[in-house]
C-alpha cells in the first residue's frame, strides 16, 4: 500500500513540476487528461481538493506543444518596490521608494544586473557618486595597472584592471584579505568565483553578474595564435606513447 | 492500525504537493527584485517589524563603495554585521548618515522596514544563490514568539 502511496505523490510531483513552464502559456487545450490525474487523488479525500484545486488544474491543462523556449525565464526588470516581491505593498512608505527605473535615467545601459554600465556611467560624468561620506570634492585615488591572469582553458585569459576598481573601492577593500597584492600569489578559479570567493565576493552580487552575457568582460585578452591546449599527465606520461 | 498508516501517509503527501505548489507560484514573485538588494532581518521580525530592504543601486548612486565597506565599517556580509536600533542611533552603520543631517532620520521606520514579513537575510540576484539555494526558506520562528 505504501508504495503505491508514495508512486501516487510522485507522479503527481512530477505531473506539476513539468506543466509549471506552461502554466503562463496562452495555448489553451481541453482539461480532459489533467482531470484523469486529478480525480485518482481525490478519490482518497478531501484533502486534496482543498488545496486550491483550480490552480492545479489550471497548472496541468494546457499543453505545453507550443511554449518556443520553456525554460527560459523572461522577466522585466527594475520593477518599482511596490511590484518587486520583496517590498511589502501594505506598507504606507514602500510607495515613497524610488523606482529604480526613474534612478536610472540617462545612465548608459546593459542587459544585465541592475540594466546599468557603471563603470561608463563614471568615465562619462553622468554620475559623480561621493568618495568621503561629507565632502563631495574628496576624489578617489586612482590606480592604473591591469594584471593579467592566464587561464589554463581554452577561454580568453583574464585581465584584472584595477582603475575601474579604485574608482569605487579602497586598496584595503581587496587587500590583503581577498587578494595578496603580488600578481600570481593567489590561486583564482571559477568555480570559488561562483561560490562567492574571490572576485565572486562582489560580483554576482553588487558589480555585474556572473553570466553567459558576461564572461568577456573579464576573459577579454585573446589567447595568443600559436596557444594550444596542455596537455594532461595522463597523455604526457603515458608509457605505451 | 492500516487507516492510520494511510492517514500518515495522506497527510504526508498533501504537505508535499502543498509545498510544490507553493514553491511554483511564490518564486516567480520573489525573482523581480533589484539586482543587489539586501534584505536583513536577522532581528527584525523576531521584534515585530518588517525585515530592512537595503537597496545597494539607491545608495550607489550617491557614495562609492570605500563609503560604506572602508569607512564605515560595513563587512561584506549580508546579515554579518549585527545591525541593531541602538547602534544606528549612535551614529554607526545606517546611523552615520540617516541622522537628519546626510539623510533623512531613524523616525522614518517604514523606509527601512519595509520588507515583506518572513522574508530572509538574503542578498537578491546573487549567482550564489541561483547556483545553489534557488528557493528562500523561510526561517523557522522561535517556538515562543508563535
Same mark, same amino acid.
Given at each position: 500500500?505504501?508504495?503505491?502511496?508514495?508512486?501516487?505523490?510522485?507522479? /503527481?510531483?512530477?505531473?506539476?513540476?513539468? /506543466?509549471?513552464?506552461?502554466?503562463?502559456?496562452?495555448?489553451?487545450?481541453?482539461?480532459?487528461?489533467?482531470?484523469?490525474?486529478?480525480?485518482?487523488?481525490?478519490?482518497?479525500?478531501?484533502?486534496?481538493?482543498? &488545496?486550491?484545486? #483550480?490552480?492545479?488544474?489550471?497548472?496541468?491543462?494546457?499543453? #505545453?506543444?507550443?511554449?518556443?523556449?520553456?525554460?527560459?525565464?523572461?522577466?522585466?526588470?527594475?520593477?518599482?518596490?511596490?511590484?518587486?516581491?520583496?517590498? $511589502?505593498?501594505?506598507?504606507? /512608505?514602500?510607495?515613497?521608494?524610488?523606482?529604480?527605473?526613474?534612478?536610472?535615467?540617462?545612465?548608459?545601459?546593459?542587459?544585465? +544586473?541592475?540594466?546599468? $554600465?557603471?563603470?561608463?556611467? &563614471?568615465?562619462?560624468?553622468?554620475?559623480?557618486?561621493?568618495?568621503?561620506?561629507?565632502?563631495?570634492?574628496?576624489?578617489?585615488?586612482?590606480?592604473?595597472?591591469? &594584471?593579467?591572469?592566464?587561464?589554463?582553458?581554452?577561454?580568453?585569459?583574464?585581465?584584472?584592471?584595477?582603475?575601474?576598481?579604485?574608482?569605487?573601492?579602497?586598496?584595503?577593500?581587496?587587500?590583503?584579505?581577498?587578494?595578496?597584492?603580488?600578481? +600570481?600569489?593567489?590561486? &583564482?578559479?571559477? #568555480?570559488?568565483?561562483?561560490?562567492?570567493?574571490?572576485?565572486?565576493?562582489?560580483?554576482?552580487?553588487?558589480?555585474?553578474?556572473?553570466?553567459?552575457?558576461?564572461?568577456?568582460?573579464?576573459?577579454?585578452?585573446?589567447?595568443?595564435?600559436?596557444?594550444?591546449?596542455?596537455?594532461?599527465?595522463?597523455?604526457?606520461?603515458?608509457?605505451?606513447? | 492500525?492500516?487507516?492510520?498508516? =494511510?492517514?500518515?501517509?495522506?497527510?504526508?503527501?498533501?504537505?508535499?504537493?502543498?509545498?510544490?505548489?507553493?514553491?511554483? !507560484?511564490?518564486?516567480?514573485?520573489?525573482?523581480?527584485?533589484?539586482?543587489?538588494?539586501?534584505?536583513?532581518?536577522?532581528?527584525?521580525?523576531?521584534? *515585530?517589524?518588517?525585515?530592512?530592504?537595503?537597496?545597494?543601486?539607491?545608495?550607489?548612486?550617491? !557614495?562609492?563603495?570605500?563609503?560604506?565597506?572602508?569607512?564605515?565599517? !560595513?563587512?561584506?556580509?549580508?546579515?554579518?554585521?549585527?545591525?541593531?536600533?541602538?547602534?544606528?542611533?549612535?551614529? =554607526? !552603520?545606517?546611523?552615520?548618515?540617516?541622522?537628519?543631517?546626510?539623510?533623512?532620520?531613524?523616525?522614518?521606520?517604514?523606509?527601512?522596514?519595509? *520588507?515583506?514579513?518572513?522574508?530572509?537575510?538574503?542578498?537578491?540576484?546573487?549567482?550564489?544563490?541561483?547556483?545553489?539555494?534557488?528557493?528562500?526558506?523561510?526561517?523557522?520562528?522561535?517556538?515562543?514568539?508563535?
Amino acid at each position: 500500500m505504501s508504495y503505491k502511496a508514495h508512486a501516487r505523490w510522485l507522479t /503527481a510531483l512530477v505531473t506539476m513540476l513539468i /506543466a509549471v513552464p506552461a502554466w503562463s502559456s496562452e495555448v489553451q487545450q481541453p482539461a480532459q487528461p489533467a482531470a484523469a490525474v486529478w480525480s485518482s487523488f481525490t478519490d482518497q479525500g478531501s484533502v486534496f481538493a482543498a &488545496i486550491s484545486e #483550480s490552480e492545479v488544474i489550471r497548472l496541468a491543462d494546457v499543453s #505545453s506543444a507550443n511554449v518556443f523556449n520553456q525554460n527560459l525565464k523572461k522577466h522585466e526588470s527594475n520593477l518599482a518596490p511596490p511590484e518587486d516581491g520583496i517590498h $511589502d505593498s501594505n506598507n504606507e /512608505a514602500t510607495f515613497a521608494l524610488q523606482p529604480p527605473k526613474v534612478a536610472f535615467k540617462g545612465l548608459p545601459e546593459t542587459t544585465f +544586473g541592475n540594466q546599468v $554600465d557603471w563603470v561608463k556611467s &563614471i568615465d562619462q560624468k553622468a554620475l559623480a557618486p561621493r568618495w568621503d561620506r561629507v565632502n563631495p570634492d574628496e576624489e578617489p585615488f586612482v590606480l592604473d595597472m591591469d &594584471i593579467v591572469r592566464p587561464v589554463k582553458a581554452s577561454m580568453p585569459d583574464v585581465v584584472f584592471p584595477h582603475r575601474q576598481h579604485t574608482e569605487w573601492l579602497a586598496c584595503s577593500n581587496c587587500h590583503p584579505a581577498i587578494f595578496i597584492p603580488q600578481k +600570481g600569489a593567489n590561486q &583564482i578559479s571559477m #568555480s570559488a568565483i561562483l561560490l562567492g570567493e574571490k572576485c565572486g565576493v562582489c560580483h554576482g552580487k553588487v558589480s555585474f553578474p556572473i553570466e553567459t552575457k558576461t564572461c568577456k568582460k573579464c576573459h577579454s585578452k585573446p589567447k595568443p595564435d600559436d596557444w594550444k591546449p596542455p596537455l594532461s599527465s595522463a597523455t604526457t606520461n603515458n608509457p605505451w606513447k | 492500525m492500516a487507516l492510520n498508516a =494511510q492517514r500518515r501517509n495522506l497527510g504526508r503527501s498533501a504537505v508535499f504537493a502543498m509545498m510544490a505548489s507553493l514553491t511554483a !507560484f511564490a518564486l516567480p514573485q520573489v525573482a523581480h527584485a533589484e539586482y543587489a538588494d539586501v534584505v536583513i532581518n536577522n532581528y527584525a521580525d523576531a521584534a *515585530g517589524m518588517r525585515p530592512v530592504v537595503f537597496p545597494h543601486w539607491f545608495h550607489r548612486v550617491r !557614495f562609492r563603495c570605500k563609503v560604506c565597506h572602508a569607512d564605515l565599517g !560595513f563587512q561584506f556580509k549580508a546579515g554579518g554585521n549585527k545591525i541593531n536600533m541602538a547602534k544606528i542611533i549612535d551614529g =554607526q !552603520f545606517c546611523g552615520a548618515c540617516h541622522n537628519g543631517e546626510i539623510a533623512w532620520s531613524v523616525e522614518n521606520c517604514g523606509m527601512c522596514h519595509s *520588507g515583506i514579513p518572513g522574508t530572509p537575510t538574503h542578498f537578491h540576484g546573487s549567482t550564489v544563490q541561483r547556483l545553489i539555494a534557488p528557493t528562500y526558506k523561510a526561517l523557522e520562528k522561535p517556538a515562543d514568539k508563535k
